[in-house]
């Protein structure tokens, strides 16, 4: 086990460097988090498919639990139980779009290093022009469900729950359940249950309230997580580690166009319409999943109808609930209806990440609104949503409840409705018997190989180093 | 699957071309036996443990449901579900033993190339001279349940249940059931049922009656086993595949000191004594392992008590018998008790590889008894036995029944007993707590790691190049 402890040392002492100004002790969480007896148990695998370019090397690591698609590096890091994907990874030749378009000179790869990503997401579609070909994760240590979702990341800390979209980010600290999408940001430090989505058209800011937040998503000394939410994932952690158990469990009946991943938790009468993708980690109890639906990694369905062309993203979770058509529900939003008294969305709504509607009543948004915050009732929905037309009508400064905005609507809208068709045609969602395949008709025939660290001797817990080409 | 059929294709020319002097097409055999849809099913998997050194390297091959242990090199290969194995294999500085000792200038490895092993076990310990850095299997086809035994091997045919041990040979084509022992063979043609062992000291020769053979182990016109050997591992082919369906199986109970490979097959009341090793694919039921006893791969020990310190050797079947000590049972041994006419065997026999023994009535072999060739009873017993006094008192010519000896009756079997010593030792049956650990020890905690081929395209069934170091 020796190295694996001179592993998680590095990796402290690297990110403390980064964070020094914040006298900041990441030994704290790091110390407080590794159970050592976990990295044994559980494997890591990589999935294999022709639509893939396969490039895998891991050094000097331990990857427990975690999945690996697309061309990946990991040196020096623990990854544990982190759904690393890599299905978006451009190509050479394939641009980034910026101020001029950048080709790329080399097939893009993701590269972990020195790095601690505890039950995070990386999900590249990464956009940071400086590196097109290396989306990179170095002297990092993300906790529980963060979600490192397009962002290159340096010298960081991710709180619980965390969630970086499609920006760079060094030497920040980013609080508990907070969302961030702001291009680039160095050395700052994000309050906890903060929502901020900031480009050169518009700056969206909603901050949660401390003491809704520490119901939901808190921390403890250690900065381990605690609250509602992260019980709530607890508590069906176990049926995951069952997934881990059998090599090629029986699958859940899906039409052919469909994709529900053997990784994926399906329970009681779940169904599956066309064309829809359940990733790995997804959680189905009793959901009815309508054509063109997908529930990603980490997402959790329970009790609830999907009408169709749903997008439920990364960590996003929909209880007791009825969804119209084409609802985008973002990440990490906890949607908690409740047997008697059901959330009802009506079409084309956009639940923004890190969103909380718990209601104890009956309740129903209606078509075509954004909705964001802390949501329990009719009266709370006033203040916190806004329809559609009026957003795209907006132009400068808004105050709505504990939210602000500033610039342009129609962009903040375009932006947003641009990135549900983008994940909607990535996903298969329009796929027909010629066209428009997606991860829902390509990933169904994945070869998943199975990898375990060193048992025994002073690399216990390691991974011994592995390279995959072709 | 455009690859792997290519890779079949090449595979057959070379062969061909080895043993073009006997009008011999390989592709009479290949093009019967391998069955696409299988070598999709299963997966490969290699054993990680901190006590072998780990190097693999696997390109353009399918090696589906093969398992390897130490440093292995696989090229244009179809491996299928063969025990590569590799635990002794030299390292830098060791010596090979010879007129002269040969240092090892760096650690041995195997090397598969252009060949198909088809549900062969390799095995090596290997004592070829003229390259001891390299095990090497080259432009060669085994068939069903051959063993490859600390044999290098190019351009060469080996029938099913097939042992070549301890040699080197080139260009020859080796007949069903037929276990040869004889240094190093160019060009020459083996008949099926031959059992032969022979060095400058020695010649041991026992040829199987056509009709017998027929009956055991015969070929059908495109050399495909058939007979009551292939139908007893055949009715047990569906156990081994439950053991494929399970990532961590429940293991069976063995005390500490002993290893139960999480790849055999235990079934009814099976007893684990002390030190005891159980190779991956070996088949146990109702079975009771005495203290240092050993089951390597393919062997199949059914409704029999061991006493201890026995060896069952890769192949070795025991049926409805009562074992004495420190019985050795070599290759592909068929002992066929039944169970109202067990076969007792007492302390120190040494039942020679290839030996088949099916008695309808009770039979006992006495103690310090060297057994081969055919035994259905007493009578056959007398023509096919010889106490070990007897013949390590023995030189020059002697015959008995269909059994010819020529040469030193002493070095023999101190041949035999040394290398019996050899297995014990190297599988840890005299450990105590201090010294003398061996594979029962050290094989405990190995990790598996499971790969798989592509699925689709053009290369399905071909796995990606896989290149694993410490």
């Keep these: 086990m020796k190295n694996l402890k001179q592993l998680n040392d590095r990796i402290i002492s690297r990110v403390n460097v980064n964070l020094k100004e914040f006298d900041f002790d990441t030994g704290n969480f790091v110390e407080n988090t590794l159970d050592y007896k976990k990295m044994l148990k559980f494997f890591a695998f990589y999935g294999i498919t022709a639509h893939h370019p396969i490039h895998f090397h891991f050094m000097e690591s331990n990857i427990a639990g975690s999945y690996f698609l697309g061309k990946c590096y990991v040196k020096r890091s623990a990854v544990y139980k982190t759904d690393v994907r890599g299905d978006e990874l451009k190509r050479k030749g394939d641009s980034i779009q910026c101020a001029k378009d950048i080709p790329l000179q080399e097939d893009e790869f993701i590269s972990i290093k020195d790095s601690l990503l505890y039950k995070t997401l990386v999900h590249n579609y990464s956009h940071n022009p400086e590196s097109p070909e290396e989306f990179s994760i170095r002297n990092t240590v993300s906790a529980h469900y963060a979600n490192i979702h397009g962002t290159t990341i340096e010298g960081s800390f991710l709180g619980p729950f965390a969630t970086v979209d499609l920006m760079a980010l060094h030497s920040c600290i980013v609080g508990e359940f907070s969302y961030i999408q702001a291009e680039e940001l160095f050395h700052q430090r994000i309050d906890p ?278």
């Design 193 to 470: 249950g903060t929502v901020w989505i900031k480009n050169e058209d518009f700056n969206f800011q909603y901050t949660f309230k401390k003491e809704v937040l520490d119901n939901y998503v808190g921390i403890t000394d250690s900065h381990q997580p605690r609250g509602m939410i992260y019980d709530f994932v607890q508590q069906r952690e176990g049926d995951y580690e069952k997934i881990f158990e059998t090599v090629n469990p029986k699958p859940l009946k899906a039409p052919a166009n469909s994709a529900v991943s053997r990784f994926a938790v399906t329970k009681g009468d779940t169904q599956i319409g066309e064309n829809v993708l359940v990733a790995q980690r997804a959680f189905l109890e009793n959901a009815e999943m309508g054509g063109g639906s997908n529930a990603q990694e980490n997402s959790y369905i329970i009790n609830s109808k999907l009408a169709g062309l749903n997008v439920t993203a990364h960590g996003g979770k929909i209880i007791n609930a009825d969804m119209g058509l084409k609802v985008f529900v973002g990440f990490n939003a906890f949607l908690n209806g409740k047997e008697d008294a059901r959330l009802v969305v009506g079409n084309n709504c956009i639940v923004m990440p890190h969103t909380i509607i718990d209601n104890d009543i009956p309740l129903e948004i209606e078509e075509n609104h954004v909705v964001w915050g802390f949501i329990r009732n009719k009266k709370d929905l006033e203040k916190n949503s806004i329809h559609v037309d009026k957003l795209a009508e907006h132009q400068g400064k808004l105050k709505l409840g504990r939210m602000t905005f500033n610039g342009s609507g129609r962009k903040f809208f375009d932006a947003f409705t641009g990135r549900i068709e983008h994940i909607l045609e990535a996903n298969g969602a329009y796929c027909d018997d010629s066209s428009n395949r997606g991860h829902a008709q390509d990933d169904q025939k994945i070869a998943f190989n199975l990898i375990q660290p060193y048992r025994t001797g002073k690399k216990k817990g390691i991974y011994p180093e592995i390279q995959i080409n072709p």
